[in-house]
């Protein structure tokens, strides 16, 4: 919400939602250091605990529809994740398949996985991906453990620019 105060102009074109996105609708702990540092995750290792509301992919979708919010409209329909560790629950969920791009950076080290599932389950959904390093940890724990994938949908709106 700072975040919003700070670019108005943006306020239009964005709906908050508090909450996680996981595998199912309920609560979950979120574990985190206090700070907001970007490493606050049901699956890190923080010394604090945060009881949360969480929701699956499609869940968010259907609420953000009672806003007014209709993803079938947008010309290129792009996710990008960034949930430390729930990319496993999240590429799971048959909502993945209403978009185009899905960029997902991906904590497997958390969580005790490789890139290899999201990679099987997103070509195995139409999707095309390319997986690179974005920063120090994903050279320091190799890209099987931590990393980003960036996937275009084959035959969709943004195939021609990938």
Avoid: Q
Wanted: proline share 3%.
């Amino acid at each position: 919400m700072r975040n919003l105060d700070l670019n108005p102009d943006l306020r239009p074109r964005v709906v908050p939602v508090n909450a996680a996105v996981s595998g199912e609708d309920g609560l979950i702990d979120v574990k985190h250091g206090g700070t907001i540092d970007g490493c606050a995750s049901a699956h890190g290792r923080g010394p604090l605990i945060t009881r949360v509301r969480s929701v699956r992919l499609s869940t968010l979708i259907k609420e953000l529809g009672s806003t007014g919010v209709d993803p079938a409209k947008f010309r290129v329909r792009a996710l990008k994740a960034d949930c430390k560790g729930c990319e496993y629950e999240l590429v799971r969920d048959d909502a993945l398949r209403l978009f185009d791009v899905v960029k997902i950076e991906y904590s497997g080290y958390l969580v005790n996985k490789t890139y290899r599932e999201l990679l099987e389950r997103l070509e195995a959904g139409g999707f095309k991906c390319r997986i690179w390093a974005h920063n120090d940890v994903a050279l320091k724990l190799g890209l099987d453990r931590h990393g980003m994938l960036t996937c275009v949908k084959e035959g969709g709106t943004a195939a021609a620019v990938w």
